[in-house]
């Protein structure tokens, strides 16, 4: 239980001897201001309305009634209308980095899952090239996302969804055919709608060494073929280089071949939901919250096409029957209207799907700078910069740490110079600094880290606003590792370690740790300890590596 949990439950037992109900549940939070205390709550005046009286005079009772000893309270101070702001006995509180050193390895860890299975869809690009950095920005939020639900009990499902069906993937191959016969002689006539970028090109140059028997180009279903599944191996590698690993591909091609789409579209009829109109079949989405009626199936004139969220449909009924009750699809913000749309086709067929599902985390596309100019495309895919050409500029892990450092939904704005620099101005490079700067401690006194345990280690000398500001951050990392998981919001953790990294540092410079007092430095080897295996369980949720040396 860490110190908050205590004295949550300690305000809850004290607000139910004043006449609270039993499920009274205190919020507690860090004053901004750090002269106003270590914690406040607004309890006494969520209580107000129930008990019937003044949020000041329930405050008042709730001081008096709580054994204020028994979590550390030193002082309890009423402020405003009715905030109660508590402060603590600095060795009571420093006593909880104990629980970082006991159990390392599972520090930040909550159960809240239960082991129930959670499948996280996420890059779900199509075949068609190299992976850009919108998808990149969508991998390691995905894979942030999926590590934070491990982090509190899920047992997660990474889900990649490849769209290798459609018209995209019918020009992906002509496209390939145009380069196969170019190579030949011919003129090179990309079709419209067709992908360009030297990708293309050496998919054509392979097919022609491997296919010498259709070196003309006219297997069209051979070439598209070849295309998808050299793509697909392209992507594997652009997700391994950023560290990304995904427990299930899924490919859209399979709802049609074994039936699903046929079966989802039947059930979709008989559940009256359906109709058509002018050789078109209609879902009624609007029966489901939409503001509009969306077309299912194009009329015949049209070509009589399934549209793009059918399949999406048909897949997510498979989610469900997989046994995934709970499932979040990480997507760019370009797919809003889905939602919609596969929640009001999940809700038509009435299997027991409940409404809200899944769960959407969308996210705005990626901006390059380098030199302070915007970069637009790559040398290899052409229109666009790539997930590669990141990793190459900067390395994998400011790359992953830049990604999550905004909201998923807000604009991000990519600076290369940045990432690049080694500076106090590169978050990522400032974090990891931090880390590293604790390790160096050990490394100067040749003290092996994990000999320290924090037995008999007299806490309460950590008395330097410096030293209570970094315990303090510390010990909030359970707290945000909740609420990053239940708000599905990395950039929480992200902003944590920027935050402790800022109150590292800052102790560091202020305050030695070796050739103090013994009681000192054995007081300040655990702070420098517990700051180095905290900072390292940030970075290991984000997918970052954690230096000694830098």
Not at 307 to 314: E, I, L, N
Not at 421 to 447: D, K, L
Request: net charge negative; charged share 25%.
């Amino acid at each position: 239980m860490t110190h908050a949990d205590a004295l949550r439950a300690e305000l809850s037992r004290a607000a139910r001897t004043l006449g609270a109900p039993d499920d009274v549940s205190p919020i507690l939070e860090r004053p901004r201001d750090p002269s106003f205390g270590d914690w406040a709550t607004n309890l006494a005046m969520t209580l107000a309305k129930p008990l019937g009286k003044k949020p000041r005079d329930i405050a008042e009772a709730l001081i008096a009634a709580m054994d204020k000893a028994s979590v550390g309270v030193t002082a309890a101070e009423i402020a405003g209308p009715g905030f109660l702001n508590f402060r603590l006995d600095p060795g009571f509180q420093a006593r909880g980095l104990l629980t970082i050193l006991e159990s390392p390895d599972t520090f930040g860890r909550l159960d809240i899952g239960h082991g129930e299975r959670v499948v996280v869809e996420f890059v779900s690009a199509n075949p068609t090239g190299p992976l850009h950095v919108g998808h990149g920005r969508q991998a390691a939020l995905g894979d942030a996302i999926s590590t934070l639900l491990e982090y509190t009990g899920w047992k997660v499902d990474r889900e990649f969804y490849y769209n290798d069906a459609g018209a995209q993937i019918a020009n992906l191959a002509k496209s390939t055919q145009a380069h196969v016969r170019a190579i030949g002689g011919a003129p090179l006539e990309i079709p419209e709608g067709g992908y360009h970028g030297d990708y293309i090109r050496e998919i054509a140059e392979r097919y022609v060494v491997e296919h010498a028997e259709d070196a003309a180009g006219n297997d069209l279903a051979a070439m598209q073929a070849f295309a998808v599944a050299a793509l697909r191996h392209e992507q594997d590698l652009d997700m391994q280089a950023f560290g990304v690993k995904f427990d299930t591909y899924y490919l859209e091609s399979s709802l049609y071949t074994d039936g699903s789409v046929n079966k989802t579209v039947e059930g979709l009829k008989q559940s009256g939901h359906t109709y058509e109109e002018d050789g078109a079949l209609f879902l009624r989405t609007t029966d489901f919250g939409d503001d509009k009626d969306r077309v299912m199936k194009k009329s015949a004139v049209k070509g009589g096409d399934y549209t793009y969220f059918v399949p999406d449909v048909a897949y997510h009924v498979t989610k469900w029957e997989r046994g995934y009750h709970r499932a979040i699809n990480v997507q760019g913000a370009d797919h809003h209207s889905t939602i919609t749309r596969v929640r009001a086709g999940l809700q038509a067929l009435a299997i027991g799907i409940p409404k809200g599902y899944p769960d959407y985390v969308l996210h705005q596309m990626v901006t390059v700078m380098k030199g302070g100019e915007e970069v637009k495309i790559s040398k290899r895919a052409g229109s666009y910069v790539t997930v590669r050409d990141l990793i190459d500029e900067v390395g994998r892990d400011a790359v992953r740490y830049f990604y999550l450092m905004r909201k998923g939904d807000s604009q991000l704005v990519f600076d290369v110079d940045l990432a690049r620099s080694q500076s106090e101005e590169n978050p990522v490079y400032y974090v990891q600094m931090a880390h590293a700067r604790m390790c160096g401690i050990f490394r100067v006194g040749e003290i092996d880290a994990t000999t320290v345990t924090g037995n008999g280690v007299d806490l309460g000398v950590l008395t330097e606003p410096a030293e209570q500001e970094l315990v303090k951050q510390l010990l909030d990392f359970p707290a945000t590792v909740k609420g990053a998981a239940d708000n599905l919001e990395p950039h929480r953790i992200a902003a944590w370690l920027l935050e402790t990294a800022r109150a590292g540092h800052t102790w560091y410079h202020k305050h030695h740790v070796l050739g103090e007092p013994e009681a000192i430095t054995r007081a300040r080897l655990v702070l420098a300890r517990s700051t180095q295996l905290g900072i390292a369980a940030g970075l290991r949720i984000l997918g970052l590596s954690a230096p000694e040396r830098m």
